[in-house]
């Protein structure tokens, strides 16, 4: 975080739009995005899905899946105590192999965060290598449908309680009304809200639940706007819409940062989330990662996968991989 | 260690049962032929494969004797019912034994093993499918309502997509009930003997395919043959220019899918990554072995840099190796004579002035290998912008307006094939419409399907492959038959009785004296 971003969240469409912000302006700068082709689109991502990762490859990979998890628990009935069992899934996930990774991060209701962290205690960290971060998600989630103080009051108490990452939804509402000024309006304040009192900021994850933008041109714009207004990360969906995460979409995402990288220098994380429990689907992620934004990309930094059942099917796998066998759902253990 | 550099995960041969040689496929059993005979090596890495039998003018002989046997004895008495049951066979045969025909084509072409896998085997029981489809319905051809076989079709098919060409070829044949001589490229015959011995396993009468192995030579007995009633090559334009020569005025009917040299035309308002995909699969696929590969690259002007850049870092993911390994990209060169010609077609363009710009990628020390290869600034008098390369090298020249585009486009002895790129419907439409290409793909790019038909205009060939029009290439129609020769007709048993319903809609055919009797009479026998 430069600090020049830290005192003005509008500074990266203020670079590339210069200082008129508003709605029209934005709309234009949007609408001049080139389109995408579904077919051609989907194509890709189906190529790429054939690679074959085998041997010493799949194991890597498998290891670097874990690394970049979000394990994630997101429901009505979530209680300290489903949190405190989730972060002890998330320290240690495999009980019989110390030498599995740990996850990236936990991701948590904004009022479950204070549970998540005392439950990690030392083993808390800013999701890479020195231990695993907490997410929280906010801005009324997952509808987005609420007043913008009520947003940031979400926020904000999430980012007081200690939140590492907030993963806030957009407005889809205004998004496919054409208010794109308010969309971005709304996520350069969450931005804001999530500033901590000693100037640092919480990395912001903006969800876009591409399931309900429902073309790849919407996508694009909504990932290019949620950029300009300052957003860490992408991330496809909630995991409350279907479709959520899809390769087309999560390839479509990986090319704009790409895309943004290439524009300005920096670097913006994606995130797919929900509907991938496979490793093999988790696997054609990281092809996808590689092949398009580059290896540097699958680091928890950069790429997080939210995903609950995801994590046991790995371990099996990965177990798989060591031994020769395959063991069953009651060698892992559920979180 | 670098995750892109992904372990190998070659595909195993062990599917593969190969004999050391095979003989000629004629009337049903593998004979020795009596050319000498050659060795068919892997192009990957030079290794010999299978022994391959030449036949010479005796061998085309006995191969053409049989298939006359078995066009007037079966093939041409058996209803279209039964045709495409033998058909919907062959294709089953093909879906069940994938595996082993897209290793076998991998070794034999160079291809890689995704391509031979996903496209290649896939579309040849595809084909066969399609056609199968139709060998009952030939009425509703469009070609009247009692189209009639040809006879004996000499085919002659080229090394870049071995046993898909052989479907082409055979597939809509043997539905409209003519048999078949086939003569592979010499380079790649190994899967059109697995074919034969599919043929085998489907119990296809003797005869009605005969599949017979040899360089040009042998093509040249088979095409020149005196008993061939049609003649289907797909190849080089020199070797067209010959066959359309000798077989001028002999009354046999011929169909030639030649060379292209297609345009793939990226507007301003295309859809950027997506077109570069295109262009990569445009130029790339199958090592640009592809005569319908979009081998020059039209970019609007406004564009051309960033394209150029993005196919650039596109192509630098582009993996050349082992056609066996599931990952591979981009596989070998077929030959050396055809290595040999990339080569000095590249040395021409630089010398011309183009600039040249070839992908970093390990090139193995043995095989044939040409690494994926840009020319920019290449203008329309360039060699590499007229003739066709063949391989993995595109030749990338800009335009300013669509009107210049279609200009530039068209300007090629040509008329294969040709892309379009822009989002905008209208503009894609306009553009095709003055486009002289067979066949024009709008924001895609070598897509192929068994209903769609093939082929080209000018130098690149005439006739159509593929689709209902892929039919008209293996049948008469009923009202080119004169009187006498109706008379002497044996349509097929399946038709039905002709009636005045079925009798041709168009007034103008319809008046042509003796339609309706000469269907009535076909029929009645």
Known sequence: MTIEQALAPTSRAVRLLGTDLSEKNLKLHLEGLSGVDAVGLEARAAALSTRSIKTTSKAWALDTIIRLIDLTTLEGADTP?????????????????PTVPRVAAVCVYGDLVAEALGALGAAHGSGGPDGIAVAAVATAFPSGRSSLAVKLADTSDAVAAGADEIDMVIDRGAFLAGNFGRVFDQIVEVKQACRRPDGTFAALKVILETGELNTYDNVKRASWLSILAGADF???????????????????????????????????????????????????????????VGEEWLDPHLFRFGASSLLNDVLLQRQKLLTGHYSGADYLTID | MSFLEYAPAPESKSILHLKKGYGLFIDGKFVDGHGSAFTTISPADESPIAKISTANEQDVNLAVVAARR????????????????????????VQERT??????????????????????????????????????????AGLGPAPRSLGVAAQVIPWNFPLLML??????????????????????????????????????????????????????????????????????????????????????????????????IVFDDAPLDQAVEGIVNGIFF??????????????????????????????????????????????????????????????????????????????????????PTIFTGVETSHRIAREEIFGPVLSVLSFRTPAEAIAKANNTPYGLSAGIWSEKGSKI?????????????????????????????????????????????????????????????????????????????????????????????????
């Not at chain 1, 490793?279 to 990662?289: E, F, H, P, Q």
């Not at chain 2, 072409?109 to 085997?121: A, M, T, Y």
């Not at chain 2, 394209?307 to 596989?331: A, F, H, M, Q, Y």
Request: hydrophobic share 40%.
């Open chain 1, 234 to 292: 992408i991330k496809t969906s909630t995991g409350k819409v279907q479709p959520a995460a899809t390769l087309p979409v999560t390839l479509l995402m990986l090319q704009i940062v790409r895309d943004w990288k290439n524009l300005t220098g920096e670097r913006i994380g994606v995130k797919p989330a929900g509907g991938i429990r496979s490793s093999k689907d988790a696997i054609r992620y990281l092809v996808t990662v590689a092949e398009t």
């Open chain 2, 99 to 140: 595996r082993e025909l897209a290793v076998a084509e991998s070794l034999d072409n160079g291809k890689p093993i995704k391509e031979s896998r996903d496209v290649d085997v896939p579309l040849v029981a595809a084909w066969f499918f399609y056609y199968a489809g139709w060998a009952d319905k030939l009425e509703y």
């Open chain 2, 429 to 525: 439409l306009g553009v095709a419409d003055k486009l002289r290409a067979g066949v024009i793909w709008a924001n895609t790019f070598n897509r192929f399907d068994p209903a769609s038909p093939f082929g080209g205009y000018k130098e690149s060939g005439f006739g159509r492959e593929g689709g209902r029009h892929g039919l008209g290439a293996y049948l008469e129609a009923s009202w080119h038959m004169s009187a006498e020769h109706a008379r002497s007709t044996r349509a097929p048993k399946s038709l039905p009785a002709a009636t005045k319903t079925q009798a041709p809609s168009n007034p103008k055919r319809a008046s042509e004296k003796g339609q309706v009797k000469i269907t009535r009479k076909a029929a009645g026998k």
């Open chain 2, 70 to 93: 078995a066009y007037e004895k079966t093939w041409s008495k058996m209803s279209g019912k039964d045709r495409g049951k033998y058909l919907f066979r062959i294709a089953r045969l």
């Open chain 1, 81 to 97: 105590g489903k949190v405190q069992s989730l972060v002890a899934k998330a320290k240690n996930p495999d009980p019989s192999d």
């Open chain 2, 286 to 371: 199958n090592q640009g072995h592809v005569c319908c590969a979009g081998s020059r690259l039209l970019v609007q002007e406004n564009i051309h840099d960033e394209v150029i850049e993005r196919l650039k870092v596109r192509l630098s993911t582009l993996r050349l190796g082992d056609p066996l390994d599931k990952n591979t990209d981009i596989g070998a060169i077929n030959s050396k004579e055809q290595l040999d010609r990339i080569k000095m077609l590249s040395n021409i363009g630089e010398q011309e002035g183009a600039t040249r710009w070839s992908s970093d990628c390990v090139i193995p020390s043995k095989g044939f290998w040409f690494a």
């Open chain 2, 167 to 264: 479907a082409w070829k055979i597939a809509p044949a043997l539905a409209c009930g003519n048999t078949v001589v086939l003569k592979p490229a010499e380079t790649t015959p190994l899967s059109a003997l697995i074919f034969a011995e599919i043929l085998q396993q489907a119990d296809l009468p003797p005869g009605v395919v005969n599949i017979i192995t040899g360089a040009g030579d042998t093509g040249s007995s088979l095409v020149n043959h005196p008993d061939v009633n049609k003649v289907a090559f797909t190849g080089s334009t020199a070797v067209g220019r010959a066959i359309a020569k000798s077989t001028a005025g002999t009354g046999k009917k011929l169909t030639l899918e030649l060379g292209g040299k297609a345009a793939n």
